[in-house]
């Protein structure tokens, strides 16, 4: 999966971060760190 | 007072009987709709030492993702240590967090939903918090458990579960704290 792919999967505006009762979408900063984790565990599985 | 106390209709539960309880449920937390992550604030505090978690969500988006837990907002010094085995064939296939961001392989969950259930001792003490809990692997076929720490004596009050990658719809986080100890 590449960035693009994971991005168009997970959209910035349709991805939330919850503290208690709280969501809130990402700031760009933590959107493109938190893209680059999931594309790199989405194309690591378990073994 | 027997051990366990036994408790008939109408009965009124004494303060020794209710001073008794070993596990009290301290909160639960609902799982928002496309979350990466949930923080749990006012999870710990000096009322009990130490702490079960357990996380119930009900879905994952896509793929497979480990679950993650973090204490307050430490993103080092996580260590955690799985021996887990293929259930068709008994070989090992063990997990390892070391020095890690978070206790980054726990879970992990499946599209179906990621489940474990966790023990936490001495997260607000000033000491090194222990972790220990389930690793079930339903789509590789594996299972077993693990433990770790979390290399630093911080005392916290809140922390994070998420997936490492995709996000989770529904479900309970809920806290529990162990009586006895304080």
Redesign the interface.
């Known amino acids: 999966m590449t960035i693009d792919e994971y991005k168009a ?2 959209p910035q505006d ?8 709280t ?1 809130r979408t ?1 700031t760009d900063e933590e959107y493109e760190a ?1 893209v680059i ?6 194309n690591n ?3 | 007072m027997a051990t366990p106390p036994t408790f008939s209709s109408g009965a009124v539960l004494t303060a020794a009987q209710m001073n008794s309880v070993g596990l009290w449920l301290v909160k639960t937390q609902t799982i928002g709709n496309a979350v990466s992550s949930v923080t749990v604030t006012g999870a710990f505090s000096a009322d009990y030492d130490h702490y079960k978690i357990i996380v119930q969500a009900n879905s994952i988006a896509a793929g497979g993702p480990y679950m993650s837990l973090q204490l307050g907002a430490t993103a080092t010094g996580y260590y955690w240590g799985a021996a887990t085995v293929v259930y068709s064939s008994a070989a090992s296939s063990n997990i390892t967090v070391n020095n890690g961001s978070s206790w980054n392989r726990l879970g992990p969950g499946n599209t179906v939903g990621m489940v474990g259930a966790y023990d936490l001792l001495n997260p607000f003490k000033n000491e090194n918090t222990i972790i220990s809990g389930t690793y079930a692997d339903v789509a590789a076929g594996s299972g077993g458990t693990g433990s770790g720490f979390l290399n630093d004596t911080t005392s916290y009050t809140a922390f994070t579960v998420g997936v490492t990658s995709s996000t989770m719809t529904g479900g309970t986080i809920a806290v529990y704290g162990y009586k006895g100890t304080v």
Do not use: K
């Open positions: 999967l997970y349709q991805t939330f971060i919850q503290t208690d009762d969501e990402m938190w984790e999931g594309v790199y565990y989405s599985p378990r073994s």
